[in-house]
């Protein structure tokens, strides 16, 4: 769809894009702004390191996947290649961008200055470093370094966190900025207004890299780091695709939870008895194979699906975001039509 040829020209026309394409071809309740948002664009390079990719492509040039160039092969004979943590704000880009959508439409669309959630996800950006199964090996073999490694990536991460605060660049997070997941800020517990910390605004969290430890392990080597970056935030909305049921007791002690991922491989009926009468929204995700494997919608097993989350989340605050469909086949009715049915699911199912 996007008629731009300039790589900012383009990378606003999908923004455009992205704030009413759900209402517009799906019929999805998704929040479209009055306004544009412009972000700082930061930086945060886990001990010094800016990770690079091969991408591979198909028979029409297509991305096919991408791999990492992992730079720890193993963490005790390169524990000495962990340098300092750089992190820090191109402002010179973020005015020009800013500048740019204010001379091509801000007289009838304003700009404003926005701000999404804090994002801490430390066991992904070293998953980048070294690789899964080097960091399993790791917290067998060299169980000390790695302890070290986790902690240094919580004081770096929090460390960027006050520098954005010192910087005066954080902002209010109440509204429909961008949480994570899908999902956004919308809350009438933080501030609205003036100069805000860390503790005023969302965070988000997520281990997905985690999921072949024992729940032991994740509380032995990971849920340390998380736990210390989670006291600087103002509310947490945590997890992504992993399932959160198997370490529940971790992630049910982190301070001022208000949202919890709820995955394809998440426990429903587990995490709906725990959440109950708790102030943590029940986030759940469908699977995306019924969107993304067959052309057609097979409706009935849409149905299930849904019913069964509506029942598992009965007492709870929920919400739904469909995330990873990666195609539809270009059938855009199959989408409108599944946003129909999760519609009548919630008259039936929820709404009695």
Known sequence: MLQCLSADARRMERSLYHSFINQEFFGDDKPVTDYFPIYWQTYFKLFGYKIETETAVDSHGSSLGHRFRHVISDLHEDFGKLHDTEFGVDKTATESYRTMAEDTFGDILPVRMCMGSLCAVPTQLIVHLMG?????????????????????AAADYIAFFKYLEHEGLLM?????????????CLTDELPTSGAVTTNDVWGFMDSQETVGISPDMFREFIFPCYEKIAQHFGLLSYGCCEPVHPIWDCVKTLPNLRKVSISPWCDE?????RLVGSKTIYHRKPSPNLLSVDKELDEEAVKAHIVKTL???????LEITQRDVYTVHSNISKVKRYVEIIRQCLDEEWRQ
């Open 172 to 184: 209010p997070t109440v509204s429909c900025e961008p949480l994570g997941q899908g999902s956004f």
């Open 132 to 152: 899964m199964e080097q960091m399993y090996i790791a917290m067998a073999d060299y169980p000390d370094e790695f302890e070290v490694l986790m902690s240094r």
């Open 269 to 273: 009926e587990f995490m709906g008895e």
């Open 311 to 317: 029942r598992a989340a009965k007492g709870n605050a």
